[in-house]
């Protein structure tokens, strides 16, 4: 079986997944009680991020979105190249919700919106060093 963390480098696959709720701690009672998730929980200067944790693998964040909205869950596709994906998605048809911008020391992210409604999130993530 492969390493979970190859998910991170390997452009299509989901690597990611964030609950934006106005409710972390709620959230994280819940999920945590319902799956077993512990959560390591680090300030983002705009408020706590609270990596979710399976085992000792962190396969998601539940944070408040920086806009006030529903609570929803959002799935990242690792890409090789943030920019030249979002300039694919422009061309396809595709929306620019937010970004191409750089998260330090994880990768470069955008939020997209197919020509359907569906909002994406793709990510290229930094070498990581060993």
Not at 29 to 37: I, K, M, P, T, V
Not at 75 to 104: H, M, W
């Amino acid at each position: 079986m492969k390493d979970y963390q190859d998910v991170y480098m390997t452009p299509g696959a989901f690597s990611w997944n964030e609950l934006g709720t106005p409710n972390p701690k709620a959230a994280c009672e819940y999920y945590g009680s319902l799956f077993g998730w512990t959560f390591d929980t680090m300030n983002m200067g705009q408020g706590d991020y609270h990596v979710i944790k399976v085992g000792e693998v962190a396969v998601g964040g539940v944070m408040t979105p920086p806009a006030p909205g529903p609570a929803m869950w959002g799935a990242y596709v690792t890409v090789e190249n943030c920019d030249a994906t979002v300039e694919k998605a422009r061309s396809l048809g595709g929306t620019v919700c937010a970004g191409p911008f750089d998260i330090p020391t994880i990768g470069r992210m955008a939020v997209l919106q197919d020509p359907q409604g569906a909002v994406l999130q793709v990510i290229s993530y930094f070498p990581r060093s060993e």
